[in-house]
């Protein structure tokens, strides 16, 4: 029987189901079953703390135990109940522009003896993953962003289980609001799209959705919470994703350091927001951010049985031998496209179909149009 020697890791921000995700990887390239079929016995080992671990590990070295673990079905058996990474993650980029080590990463592959590697990451990290699948390292790769903006898939590992903490939060300050007759700004991760905003505004039936597809006017917000208090409403909760902005404004960063691929640490919009409504209308204004609440915890079904097929789907590319792709999810069925098809432009809102730029909040008709 041939073996082949299988690479896992996790990159850029956390999230619910990585770990589902890990566990079916094991799982299915280990199935003993499979592996008489398949006449292969792979072997799974665990890179920690993403790209850094392929820069730090010294495979002639001490330190392979630091960075390296064998996963195997029993390891790994208990891992699809669990949120975060149990392989650690890292926003290292090896192609930093101001230190570039991705000849020592390609080293550190061979070295380890890995024949395929799975990555689960975002547009910064399957950007990484695209540039070694060009120079000839078997790469699968695998969707995962609470932010779901990755073009090329319907779905992304983590952002069903942040939906449901922007319910779950939502509901509970609804009654704090109520019983005081406050405003409350809720801001959401959401760096470039707004589906987090969206889809946890939706879910939640907040009055006021903002996104960073659509540039929203103070005046608009103040007039149309002011509308709703005539209209008898006692409390409002307003949805922001972190990366909105207002009209002639730029996005609020919480400071100006920038990480190895470029990005900063947004946070701030919301307080601007409560300032902005408190000065402005009067009413009592709080705010919220509900930041790395959102990533954290245990994954909800979804993301378990996502995590699950996805694994199952990436492992089915490396047995086909079907290189320089990551599993996607489109139209409801699980599927694979080429890497550099997830790195394109990234997967927006569509303001004119799916957003009200009118009462900024969610769509209306989805059937019908009006007018
Ligand atoms: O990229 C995903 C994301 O959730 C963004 O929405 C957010 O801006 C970022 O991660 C924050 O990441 P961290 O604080 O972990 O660097």
Redesign the pocket.
């Known amino acids: 029987m041939k073996r082949c020697r299988i690479g896992i890791l996790t990159g850029?921000?956390?999230?619910a189901g990585l770990n589902p995700a890990i566990k079916w990887v094991v799982k299915t390239a280990l199935d003993r079953r499979l592996a008489l079929e398949r006449d292969t016995q792979y072997e799974v080992i665990g890179i920690r703390n993403g790209w850094r671990g392929l820069v730090e590990v010294n495979p002639d070295g001490s330190n392979v135990d630091k960075y390296v673990v064998p996963l195997d079905e029993e390891k790994v058996r208990t891992w699809d109940r669990y949120g975060g990474t149990n392989l650690g993650t890292s926003?290292t980029n090896p192609y930093d522009p101001n230190n570039d080590c991705s000849r020592r990463v390609i080293r550190n592959i061979e070295s380890l003896g890995i024949e395929a590697l799975v990555v689960i990451g975002?547009e910064d990290t399957l950007g990484v993953a695209h540039k070694l699948s060009q120079v000839g390292i078997n790469i699968v790769g695998i969707p995962k962003?609470?932010?779901k903006d990755l073009p090329g898939t319907d779905y992304t590992l983590g952002f069903e289980t942040a939906l449901d903490v922007i319910v779950e939060a939502v509901d509970r300050l609804r009654t704090t609001a109520g019983s005081h007759e406050r405003i409350f700004v809720v801001e959401t991760?959401?760096?470039h799209s707004g589906w987090?905003a969206l889809e946890g505004g939706e879910s939640c039936g907040a009055f006021l959705i903002l996104i960073p597809e659509y540039d929203f006017s103070i005046e608009k917000v103040n007039e149309l919470l002011i509308e709703g208090r005539r209209h008898g409403a006692r409390y409002e909760i307003i949805v922001t994703a972190?990366?909105a902005k207002p009209i002639g404004g730029t996005e609020i960063a919480r400071d100006e350091k920038i990480?190895g691929f470029g990005?900063k640490?947004?946070g701030g919009i919301g307080e601007f927001l409560a300032w902005e409504i408190r000065s402005g209308t009067g009413l009592e204004t709080r705010s919220i951010v509900l930041?790395?609440l959102?990533?954290g915890g245990a994954p909800c079904a979804y993301d378990r049985r996502m995590g699950r097929y996805f694994g199952i789907a990436a492992v089915d590319l490396i047995v086909g031998g079907d290189f320089g792709k990551m599993v996607s999810l489109r139209r409801n069925e699980v599927t694979a496209i080429p890497l550099e098809d997830a790195l394109g432009k990234l997967n927006l809102v569509d303001v004119t179909t799916q957003y009200d730029v009118e009462r900024y909040n969610g769509r209306r008709t989805i059937l019908g149009r009006y007018g």
């Open positions: 850029g921000g956390d999230c926003r975002g962003t609470i932010d991760m959401g760096r987090l972190e990366g990480d990005h640490t947004l930041s790395h959102q990533r």
